[in-house]
Antibody, heavy 118, light 112 residues
Framework: EVQLVESGGGLVQPGGSLRLSCAAS????????MTWVRQAPGKGLEWVAN????????SYVDSVKGRFTISRDNAKSSLFLQMNSLRAEDTAVYYC???????????WGQGTLVTVSS | DVVMTQSPLSLPVTLGQPASISCRSS???????????LHWFQQRPGQSPRRLIY???NRDSGVPDRFSGSGSGTDFTLKISRVEAEDVGVYYC?????????FGGGTKVEIK
């Protein structure tokens, strides 16, 4: 059974940093593109970033470029999102998802809430 | 990047009646290989999103056959042939293959 479990969310002050993790199991993580998607409270879904299986290619939505870094540890079947210079508008539930092919995100985690507030 | 526009924003439906959601893209979603990477997701209240349909019309395993996807180019539709109580939630289309992937704003399906 495929499982994606996010962790690392919490309350952080504007300008602060947070590192999200996503533990994957039930599939060959090292062969899979992975994606982060976020959802602000009461709002829709926003694609944030993705990473190639070998970590060699990464893409980001413009609003997080230069502040967020996606990475992975294939030996530990884990995905990460390092978030720096956080802003109030980054407040959201962050989901990790598997991308089998052209963003057809077939498995999602339960999400982890990030709140940026003073 | 592609902009995805869904309508309606809210869709009240009587149980057992059909429902239709429109998704339009700002540019053609036909990729260079001839495929169209338009997907549909369902998010029930309090739950994570779930993929329903991928590449326009391919229904996921376990998705009831009352759900169907169609369309081409820039216009796409998700149809529910007979709405059931468990279909309540927000539905999102999502486009990939041209720049950064993007979601539509969502359509909230509720029971009248």
């Amino acid at each position: 059974e495929v499982q994606l479990v996010e962790s690392g969310g919490g309350l952080v002050q504007p300008g602060g940093s947070l590192r999200l993790s996503c533990a994957a199991s039930g599939f060959t993580f090292s062969n899979s593109w992975m994606t982060w998607v976020r959802q602000a409270p009461g709002k829709g879904l926003e694609w944030v970033a993705n990473i190639r299986p070998d970590g060699g290619e990464k893409s980001y939505v413009d609003s997080v470029k230069g502040r967020f870094t996606i990475s992975r540890d294939n030996a530990k079947s884990s995905l990460f999102l390092q978030m720096n210079s956080l802003r109030a508008e980054d407040t959201a539930v962050y989901y990790c998802a598997r991308d089998p092919h052209y963003s057809a995100l077939d498995y999602w985690g339960q999400g982890t809430l990030v709140t940026v507030s003073s | 990047d592609v902009v995805m526009t869904q309508s309606p924003l809210s869709l009240p439906v009587t149980l057992g009646q059909p429902a239709s959601i429109s998704c339009r893209s700002s540019q053609s979603l036909v990729y260079s290989n001839g495929n169209t990477y338009l997907h549909w997701f369902q998010q029930r209240p309090g739950q994570s999103p779930r993929r329903l349909i991928y590449e326009v019309s391919n229904r996921d395993s376990g998705v009831p056959d009352r759900f169907s996807g169609s369309g081409s180019g820039t216009d796409f539709t998700l149809k529910i042939s007979r709405v059931e109580a468990e279909d309540v939630g927000v539905y999102y289309c999502m486009a990939a293959a041209h720049g950064i992937p993007s979601f539509g704003g969502g359509t909230k399906v509720e029971i009248k």
